[in-house]
Structures are given as C-alpha cells and as structure tokens.
C-alpha cells in the first residue's frame, strides 16, 4: 500500500490485473514538500512506487521536495550474502536510489547496511506506547541488539545467547548473560527489531521468568504477518503484554 500525502493511489484494479492510479495533482500543486508512505506487502509495491515518483517528476515543479518513509524497509534480513544467496538489499537499495527521493526515511534496521546504501537515509527507532523508565532493565536477545539499542537509548541493558540446531534452526539452549540479581524482581522490557514465529522470545521469557523476573513486556518496532498467533498467545508464554509500531499495519494487532 502506497499513500501520496496520506491518500492512496491506487484508483481500481481491473480484472487482468492491470492498476489505475489516482491523478493527484488535485490539491497537490503549490506545495513546498510531500511524502509518499510504503507500506510493503509485496514487490507488487516497487512497482506502484516507481509509478507515483515517475509522476511526480513529470507533474510537479522541481524545486518542490518529496520524501519517501518506509517504516518497514523490505529485504533488510538479506544484508550480505547468507549460504548462497544473493545480496538482495544492495540490488534494492540500487532500485530505491534510481527513484531520486531527497529524503528516505526507515525505522529501526536490522543492520547498519541499510541506511549506509540508501542514498539520503534518516533512521528512526520508534517506540510508540512505551516509557523506559517505567522498566528496570531492558534486555535483547542476543549482543548485537544490546549495542544498538544501549547506544540508541542510554538505558541499562543486558542480553542473552541461544544455541541453534544447525540442522533444523530450533533453538536448543537459551540463557541469560546476567547474575541473577539483576533479574529477580525486576520489571525487563525485552527490545528487538521484529518478531517471526516468536520463539526467541518465548524462550527468553522462559529463561527470565526461570530467574525471577517480575513482569515482562516485549517491544517489537515490526510486526510480521506470521507472529499472529504469538501475538494472541504471548501471555502462555510468560510475557506480559506485546507493543509495537505495527510497520506492515498488520490488521490483527490491537
């Protein structure tokens, strides 16, 4: 889903699958800057992307600014090469950077590869509903994510380590890099960038809970469409309640 100062684009769909895109020079011309906001949901999006800024090149006077947010920026897991495969970020953030915005903006990265190819790239580390000092720790699951968001946030921060069966990915063994002074009877907010299946998670909370934490939340900024059922069933699984920015507008989170 694409939206031009907040109104979407996309017009009618016809039956061969071909789009009519809204003409939205209307109430658009004379202003100073404007903003498209890319929700992904699929590559069909790159297309509709590339549509709209081709028409605002042709429509709009040049000295007017447009700025592109993508709270969600796709392809961000394919980073580097990764047992074969390909580098799909760099060849995204290629295509990104032909469109010619002046400002891109992205919310919390999986890497700092992603804005270091993105031309013009401003990031962003939202954490819309929470409040850090209502916490006394914040813990991520494993040490990458404890540097970023302890440099980010300025907050006290510990972290854990999983164990991954190299065969089947499943999760082995988990533990807590952290006395257990530090957790029991404390109240932790767990901090990450997404969350899939959730089991990362669950099996912090386990390893949390096991050392007597007090209360859990988990704040995600991405929701991705399979954590659904995590989503509805965190509570089993020792974690009191789950906020995020909801990048992909997933309708299911409340």
Known sequence: MIYFDEKPIIKSIFPNKEKQYEDLLKGASGKKSHDIRFIFEGNDDLFDLAMIKHWFDDNMMSEATIRLTMPFCPYGQM???????????????????SLNFDVVIIYDPHSSVMPALLNHCIVKYPMHGICLTDYDIMFCPDNGAA???????????????????????????????????????????????????????IEAAKALRKMGAKHIDLYVTHLMPQAENFYFNHKDYGIDNVYSQNTLEVPWYI
Request: charged content about 35%; glycine content about 8%.
């Open 79 to 97: 980073d580097r090469k990764i047992n074969g495969s390909m580098f799909s970020f760099k060849y995204f953030a290629q295509f990104i950077n």
């Open 147 to 201: 540097k970023k968001y302890s440099e980010i946030y300025d907050y006290a921060c510990c972290f854990g380590n999983k164990k991954r069966n190299l065969e089947t990915g499943e999760i082995i063994k988990y533990e807590v890099l952290a006395d257990k002074e530090d957790i029991e009877g404390k109240s932790i907010l767990i901090r990450d960038d997404l969350v899939m299946g959730g089991r990362t998670f």
